[in-house]
């Protein structure tokens, strides 16, 4: 492998990092449009032009290589500008989820070592930035405010709105982005993605530029992204499917990105009606919506053609519905996770609608998936066992956690996932369980053990365990099981309330039940499957 190529297959070579991908497809399709945001159009050639003018206002103030940049903002043309500079000026890239509190962001900004923050000013009824009062971490230089908001002014904040920022560029060198992008390798780190993990805390995903741009182009194969393609992008920036299976999928196809901020079945359903998307991933719980929506007929979305859903269970009816009543010719599901990039296997848009709602498809070229029992040993077809992955795009390792790296990768570069599955005769992939106690809240990975260690400073909570419970519509949502404090009134509507005010609206938990006290093990450890049948 060189430094600026990949190798995808025999025939094909692509670009090596993030950053030479813009550059080919500027060069490739410069005047077809890449993003359409709000009555804004960027075409391929405009997008390398402003990504490098991001990238030299980030040395201007004096980001340097592999420092880490961070962007907490919804699904807006800003994001993909500040992550491709980013990228650009050989630095790492680091999402955070736009649901977080104020705590959660600054935690994994302190943890990240980030110097600078892009960041939503007004968003679903905040702005952004003063969550980060009285708790920013003192690593973080610059606050850049995307789309000023409506509580103060970056000016007297002391924080830079996007056209200043944008202007201090202007007296750095064009080729000292040019210097800073030859740098780079396939092997360089991408982006560290935070992820939950059993201990309560989230852990950062290394990526690196090669295996990303490698992996999907092979997933934009299967599914059938092309060129010319109108991809509207739900699935938040911040997750792998809507950044890796979202615009850097859509790049390397020469696809035009949509980007849609929050999730409303009426304002999808008259985009793609409007824009005539063609190309459209997401949660099950997406597509539940916007068949159950009453004006469903009353709009024309014939464009649509194609679409990928998963992250949770699949019923046959919906593949069926989707590609009857939604008139989706094109339906498929995929399974990954952040430590192997997004995706490991994905289903062929020609298999039955048993396979695609009952499997998750066989595994990307170059990975390779087994399922093993307790002891390790691979387990026959048919059998359920742990799902392990190991190929190109497995995680460079946890961000300065070398010990759960070793935990997660075996010295044989077998990624651990913590899932229970099935591989059949075919080696199609169906999903049956979780080693981990992690559950799926309309498409977002929730962890028992960071809800837990949410709700733990609760003045009235003595012992809380979380589990997941089924929802119709959801999936699955969160279950708190209290043992409450000596003489505590606490109710349910009351811890509701309380959890909605200090973490991510999915991790929230739906249900409440209070306990006299936890079921434990011999271990004294909180038996989770006895409490999921009380």
């Not at 950062?204 to 999907?216: C, D, E, N, S, Y």
């Not at 070229?365 to 048919?382: F, H, L, N």
């Not at 960071?450 to 979380?466: F, G, K, M, N, T």
Request: proline share 5%; hydrophobic share 40%; with cysteine.
């Amino acid at each position: 492998m060189s430094s600026n190529t990949v190798s995808a297959s025999a025939s094909t070579t692509l670009p090596a990092t993030l950053p030479a991908l813009i550059r080919q497809a500027a060069a490739q399709f410069p005047q077809r449009t890449a993003v359409v945001d709000e009555g804004l159009t960027i075409s391929y050639a405009e997008l390398l032009s402003a990504s490098e003018t991001v990238a030299r206002s980030l040395i201007a103030k004096g980001v340097q290589a592999g420092d880490r940049v961070a962007i907490w903002a919804p699904n807006v043309h800003e994001w993909i500008l500040a992550a491709c500079g980013t990228h650009a000026a050989g630095a790492v890239l680091v999402p955070l989820n736009t649901r977080m509190k104020g705590a959660e962001a600054a935690d994994i900004l302190g943890r990240s070592g980030a110097r600078v923050l892009f960041c939503i000013g007004d968003f679903l009824g905040q702005y952004y930035p003063s969550l980060l009062m009285d708790q920013r971490p003192v690593t973080l230089e610059h606050i850049v405010v995307l789309r000023e908001g409506f509580r103060e002014s970056p000016a007297q904040s002391g924080d830079l709105c996007w056209n200043d920022f944008l202007a201090t560029g202007r007296a750095v060198d064009r080729q000292r982005v040019l210097e800073r992008e030859q740098a780079l390798s396939a092997d360089s780190t991408a982006d560290l993605m935070f992820t939950s993990g059993t201990t309560g805390r989230p852990k950062g995903v290394m990526a690196a530029h090669g295996p990303t741009i490698r992996a999907f182009y092979a997933w934009s194969e299967v599914v059938g992204l092309g060129e010319g393609d109108r991809y509207l992008i739900v699935n938040p920036f911040f997750h792998t499917f809507g950044y890796k299976a979202g615009w850097v999928a859509a790049f390397i196809r020469g696809a035009t990105v949509y980007p849609e901020q929050v999730f409303d079945a009426e304002k999808v359903l008259t985009r793609i009606q409007r824009d005539r998307i063609s190309f459209m991933p997401g949660p099950p719980t997406l597509f539940l919506t916007m068949l159950g929506h009453p004006g469903l007929k009353d709009f024309d979305i014939s464009s649509l053609r194609a679409t990928v859903t998963g992250a949770a269970t699949v019923p046959p009816v919906l593949i069926a519905r989707m590609r009857d009543e939604l008139g989706i010719a094109s339906v498929t599901t995929a399974y990954g996770l952040t430590e192997c990039g997004g995706c490991a296997t994905v289903c062929d848009p020609g298999d039955s609608v048993e396979t695609v709602a009952g499997t998750c498809g066989r595994a990307l070229p170059g990975t390779e998936v087994c399922c093993v029992d307790e002891q390790g040993a691979r387990v026959p077809a048919g059998q359920p066992g742990e799902v392990l992955l190991r190929g190109y795009h497995v995680m460079q390792g946890y961000f300065e956690d070398p010990k759960a790296t070793a935990e997660a990768i075996d010295a044989d570069g077998w990624l651990h996932t913590g899932d229970v599955g099935v591989l059949d005769e075919r080696g199609y992939l169906r999903i049956t369980d979780r080693l981990k106690d992690m559950f799926i809240v309309g498409g977002f990975n929730v962890y028992p053990a960071e809800v837990e260690r949410l709700l733990s400073p609760h003045p009235d909570i003595a012992q809380v365990a979380v589990i997941g419970v089924p929802d119709e519509r959801m999936g699955e949502v969160g279950c708190a099981c209290v043992v409450r404090r000596s003489g505590s009134t606490l109710t349910e509507k009351e811890l509701v309330a309380w959890a909605r005010d200090n973490m991510a609206n999915y991790k929230v938990p739906r249900q409440v039940r209070f306990l006299e006290s936890l079921p434990v093990n011999a271990s004294n450890k909180v038996d989770k499957k006895r409490l999921r049948v009380i």
